[in-house]
């Protein structure tokens, strides 16, 4: 399945965002789809994920309490709404799928599938 990330843009701190993240086909119900970031300089780092089938969730520390992670199975997209935007969350943001168990889902390492990135910059 190839992933496909948009919605990215250029946001004021403080301000909102959704990402997409679309699926070229059905996602199997045993995938677990997340969202990665990766700001310049920066090793690439966990901010979310969701389970396929029963839908749990999962954030980093950094955005819990402002993103909200999301799927539509009808449109195999899952989304990453981004709330009270801070400069720190300018990066790169990336979707992947992964098959690995929930207690490692926050490693890139186990992902694939890696969708082209979309660029979220929020200015101060």
């Known amino acids: 399945v190839q992933l496909q990330a948009s919605g990215g843009g250029l946001v004021q701190a403080g301000g909102s965002l959704r990402l997409s993240c679309a699926a070229s086909?059905?996602?199997?119900?045993?995938?677990?789809l997340g969202w990665f970031r990766q700001a310049p300089g920066k090793e690439r780092e966990f901010v979310s994920a969701?389970?396929?089938?029963?839908?749990?969730?999962r954030y980093a520390d950094s955005v819990k309490g402002r993103f909200t992670i999301s799927r539509d199975k009808a449109k195999n997209t899952v989304f990453l709404q981004m709330a009270s935007l801070k400069p720190e969350d300018t990066a790169v943001y990336y979707c992947?799928?992964?098959?690995?168990?929930?207690?490692?889902?926050?490693?890139?390492?186990?992902?694939?599938?890696w969708g082209q990135g979309t660029q979220v910059t929020v200015s101060s």
């Open positions: 992947a799928a992964t098959r690995i168990v929930w207690s490692a889902i926050t490693n890139h390492m186990h992902y694939g599938n």
């Open positions: 086909e059905g996602i199997s119900s045993s995938y677990t």
């Open positions: 969701i389970k396929w089938s029963g839908g749990s969730t």
